[in-house]
Structures are given as C-alpha cells and as structure tokens.
C-alpha cells in the first residue's frame, strides 16, 4: 500500500513538472527559450536602467543648488532621447553586419526592432532577443549620460539634447559594433571588454573631457567655491549604482553559469577595494576621509572591473580596484594643478579607471580565459594582449576624441550649446526649465 502511495506521489509531482516547465525536449524550456537565463537577463536590464536614476542622484547632489534639477534633466534626457534611437535604429547600426568597411553594422530587418520574433542563441542557451536588444540599450542610455558631468552646470538643454542624440548614433554605436558585434573589427582582433571598458567608459570619458576642454571652466572657476548641494543624494546615488552594477556586468554573461557569478563576485570585490584604497589615500593625504572620496572609490573600482569582469578572479579585482582608485585619485588632483574644470570628474574616474580596467585586466587573466574567450589561440601571450588591448584603447580614444569635437562644435555653431553669462549666474534650473529643486529662495 504505501508502495502504491509513494508511486502516486512521484507521478503527481512529474505531472506538475510537466505542467510547471513545459514538455520541451529540453528541460524548463518552450519553444527553444531559456526561461531561467530569460528571468536573469530582464533582471539585469533592469538593474542597469536603475542605475541612470543613480547617476542622476550622484550628479545632482554634486552640484550647486540652482542647478540640481538641471543636471538631473541631462540623465533622463537621455533615456528618453537614446531610449528611442536606439529602438529605431541603434541596434540595427550596433549589431547588423558590417557596412562601410566595418565603420558600423547595418540591418534594415532590425530597423524599429522589427525582426525580433525568434529566439536568439546566446553562448548555447536562447532567450528573446527582444531581451537582449533591451539589454545593450540600457548601456547605449547610460554611456551619453555619463558624459554630461563633465560640462555640467554651463550647457544649454537643447544643445546637450542634440548632442547627446547626434553622439548616439555616430560615436557609440559604431564603437559598439567594432567590440561587440562578431563581425567587429576589434571583436575579431581579440580584444577583451567584458561589459564596456572601452565602448562605455573610455569612450564616454574621452569625450567628456573634449566637451570640458571645449567649453571652458564655469565662470568662477576656480576662484569661487563650488560646494555640493546634497552629499547625501550623492551617497544615495552611488549606492544604486553600485546595485545596478551587477546587473551590468554578471548581465553581460547573457547567461546564469559560473562566469556570470565569477562577474558578479569580481564587481563586488573591486568596487570595495576601490572604496577602501580611496578612504586609506584620503586619510594618509588629510587625515580625513570624505563621503565623496568613498563614492569616487567606489566608482573608481567599478569602472575598472567593468571590462574585466569575466576574465579575471578575486585577486585580479583587488589589484585592479586598488590601483584604479589610486591613479583616478591623483588624476583628480592633477586636473585642479592644470586648471581644467572637468566639473563631476567623468574623465578623472570614468576614463582613467576604464583605461586601466581595459589595458591592466591583461596581466591579471584567469586560467582557462584563453580557452574561453580567446578561441585557444597557441600563440597567445600576456605581452601579445596587452598590446591588443592597448591598441583598442588607443582606437577608442582616438575616435571618441576626434568625432566629439567635432559634433560639439557642429552643435555650438548651429544651435549653441555654452550658457549665456545672465542663464548661468541664474542657475539652470530656473533660466533653463522655469522650476526650483528644493522650492528653497538660496539659489547658491
């Protein structure tokens, strides 16, 4: 009797099974599509969606109070304006064949995503690529975002609107395509970027000191102080950035196996790194550590693991954490020597701590990542990488650097992009958009 009572029990329970997962050849699967790799992945694209309220946070809170809401507009901005692009057209140009010698990618079935029915294999497993599309637009979001703390607090909303939109489309997609795409030209060199060393943070920080050098200080600066208005919306910032975080780079497995936990455990370990290194560097230079050091630490590690996630281990992250919070540190003080008004820092954290994720990953590489990543290439060897993923970089600068000049100053010829003296003592948010962030009458 309980013989018949344990069969029935094991049948019931293969029964809900069935029901649970679907009767697919392959377990937990219908109609080809990973249903676990699929939850993770639309978990991950949301993570690096919220890390662009976070980058508004960090960004506002650093500048003054007159310009707040101002500085907030330029990240939101860019969802709006990227986000459409990119359905439009960006993936398409990002992940179609190559045209024109390799300078972009071009589908014209995935113009306004039209060809995304099907499921699309990703590193053996399947998920929509609807999913995957969504993905990569949250970094195509992210990356013009970052450039506008460079300039903040002295630029026109709609010249940084047409900029931002122009940059999109002629500077990170085709970047985009050269790393990413299979067809890539330095896909197909070997160079390693995990999840945007060079496409996200050299190329976003490049440009956002071009954008910087090409506008010129705020008028005050350095003269006049230029406090912060809320550190606490600052640490509040960096903290969902450091969430979203995980899913920007475990996300970029486009998988749910041990390279995505190895990414997600890397990213951890080097962004508390880079917050420790920074808080010890502050307390040896002023006896004193600063929230905002700890944030800078933390974004500092973050970026410079970000190209490395998949390919390097705990210790790789360590060195590369701390090595990144030390040289983005005196890259910090060097800009106030040379007098440059990089106002957020986007260059001094995004773009030195990228180029040593992007270039130093190569001495840390784990056993197996040859194999892995590198199709088992026998002539391989740490000094043949390292100049593979120097030349990216030197690529990478190059071009973000040339066509950012040269759309900035498409866009001040024409539309104008620099603040007027009265609109910039005014404050942004009251010249610009006709609102107050805090309904408060100091505007300093």
């Known amino acids: 009797m309980r013989k018949a009572q344990r069969s ?3 049948s019931c329970l293969g029964a809900a099974a069935v029901f649970v997962f679907g009767a697919s050849p392959a377990w937990g699967q219908e109609n080809g599509v990973n249903p676990g790799i699929t939850a993770w992945m639309l978990t991950s694209t949301a993570l690096v969606l919220l890390m662009v309220p976070g980058l508004a946070m960090f960004y506002g809170g650093l500048v003054r109070t007159k310009n707040v809401l101002g500085t907030m507009m330029h990240s939101y901005a860019a969802m709006a304006i990227v986000g459409v692009l990119w359905g439009v057209v960006g993936y398409a140009m990002s992940f179609g064949p190559s045209v024109l010698g390799g300078w972009t990618g071009w589908d014209s079935t995935l113009l306004f995503l039209d060809r995304l029915d099907t499921p699309t294999p990703m590193n053996g497993y399947t998920i929509p690529e609807w999913v995957y599309a969504m993905f990569q637009g949250k970094f195509a979001i992210i990356t013009p ?3 506008a703390g460079a300039f903040a607090e002295r630029v026109r909303f709609r010249g940084y609107c047409v900029f931002i939109a122009l940059w999109s489309l002629l500077v990170y997609n085709p970047l985009c395509h050269w790393v990413w795409a299979s067809d890539g030209f ?11 060393g060079t496409v996200v943070h050299i190329s976003a920080g490049i440009s956002a000191l071009v954008g910087a050098l090409y506008l010129g200080a705020r008028r005050g600066y350095p003269a006049t102080a230029m406090q912060p208005n809320n550190l606490v919306m600052t640490m509040m910032g960096a903290g969902l950035l450091w969430v979203g975080w995980f899913g920007f780079n475990a996300g970029s497995s486009v998988n749910s196996n041990d390279v995505t936990a190895r990414a997600l455990t890397v990213t951890q370990m080097a962004a508390a790194t880079g917050a420790l290194a920074w808080m010890l560097l502050e307390g040896l230079h002023y006896r004193k550590a600063t929230s905002l050091g700890l ?3 933390i974004l500092a590690g973050l970026v410079a693991i970000t190209p490395a996630a998949g390919v390097v281990n705990v210790h790789g992250a360590i060195a590369l954490g701390a090595l990144a919070a030390l040289v983005c540190y005196f890259a910090i003080i060097l800009k106030s020597k040379l007098g440059y008004d990089d106002s957020l ?10 180029i040593i994720g992007a270039v130093g990953l190569s001495f840390f590489l784990r056993p197996g990542t040859v194999a892995d990543f590198l199709k088992n290439d026998a002539a391989w060897t740490v000094l043949g990488q390292f ?3 120097a030349t990216a970089v030197g690529i990478a600068i190059a071009y973000a650097a040339v066509l950012s000049y040269v759309l900035i100053v498409l866009v001040d010829k024409t539309l104008g992009i620099r603040l007027d003296e009265k609109r910039e003592m005014a404050g942004m948010d009251h010249s610009l958009h006709g609102e ?7 505007l300093n």
């Open 8 to 10: 029935r029990f094991w």
């Open 145 to 147: 975002a970052l450039i």
């Open 186 to 196: 330095l896909f197909k060199m070997g160079a390693l970027d995990f999840a945007g």
């Open 295 to 297: 944030c800078s630490g």
């Open 345 to 354: 820092d986007v260059f001094g954290i995004h773009g030195v701590a990228g």
């Open 387 to 389: 100049k593979v993923q």
């Open 436 to 442: 107050q962030g805090y309904g408060l009458l100091n």
